[in-house]
């Protein structure tokens, strides 16, 4: 199973928005509604920030949203602030009980 | 609180085995099934496995198949992952992650350990 496709960087300026693109194929994003994203601090866990391409655990900033466009999904920041500087990870369900994660997109705050 | 603390990494030769642990408190954990995700320093997200809540479903991504086995004891609330003719791929940091609800898997996690470095190398 290949890897999601992930742009290696991203940056903004605060306050300003950035949108993380995250491309599959039918088989995984295309083909179900279980993509996620996770963001991942230097030396860190991975914490939950999207699931199931849009909803939002408690506790995660509403800046934080997640939408999907036939074999690919986006992560938007909103009002970015230096705290949100990460890793972000997508992932999706790829069938025959099989996950995938994208290669991970380094989001710098300038 | 929900906490999920990853035990026995370290260094091993290429061809050995070693058994990691992830011990669970906070939560009822035969409920809730549980799986194996690895990092490879400086690089990416990795699923290795997946257990069901009660261990009679297991998975494994293609690249682990026929050389890990993922296995849970629910009476010491307790994952593990025994890890047979390792490769010097394998050398990552290995993270235990909780799925979100009870007894359905839905490929998402809610809650990570901080992961247990295993280095492969002669």
């Known amino acids: 199973q290949s890897a999601l496709t992930q742009p290696p960087s991203a940056s903004g300026s605060p306050g300003q928005s950035v949108t993380i693109s995250c491309t599959g194929t039918?088989?995984?994003?295309?083909?179900?509604?279980?993509v996620s994203w996770y963001q991942q601090h230097p030396g860190k866990a991975p914490k939950l920030m999207i699931y199931?391409?849009?909803e939002r655990p408690s506790g995660v900033p509403d800046r934080f949203s997640g939408s999907k466009s036939g074999n690919t999904a986006s992560l938007t920041v909103s009002g970015l602030q230096a705290e949100d500087e990460a890793d972000y990870y997508c992932?999706?369900?790829?069938?025959?009980?099989?996950?995938?994660f994208g290669g991970g997109t380094k989001l710098t705050v300038l | 609180q929900v906490q999920l603390v990853e035990s026995g990494g370290g260094v091993v030769q290429p061809g050995r085995s070693l058994r990691l642990s992830c011990a669970a408190s906070?939560?009822?954990?035969?409920?809730?099934?549980v799986h194996w995700v690895r990092q490879a320093p400086g690089k990416g997200l990795e699923w290795v496995a997946v257990?069901?809540?009660?261990?009679?479903?297991?998975y494994y991504a293609e690249s682990v198949k026929g050389r890990f086995t993922i296995s849970r004891d629910n009476s010491k609330n307790t994952l593990y992952l025994q890890m047979n003719s390792l490769r010097t791929e394998d050398t990552a940091v290995y993270y235990c992650?909780?799925?979100?609800?009870?007894?359905?898997?839905?490929?998402?996690?809610?809650?990570w350990g901080q992961g247990s470095l295993v280095t492969v190398s002669s």
């Open positions: 257990i069901s809540y009660d261990g009679s479903n297991k």
């Open positions: 992932s999706s369900y790829a069938g025959g009980n099989n996950l995938v």
């Open positions: 199931e391409v849009s």
């Open positions: 992650a909780r799925e979100p609800q009870v007894v359905v898997l839905l490929y998402y996690f809610d809650y």
């Open positions: 906070g939560f009822t954990f035969n409920s809730y099934g």
């Open positions: 039918s088989s995984d994003v295309g083909g179900y509604r279980y």
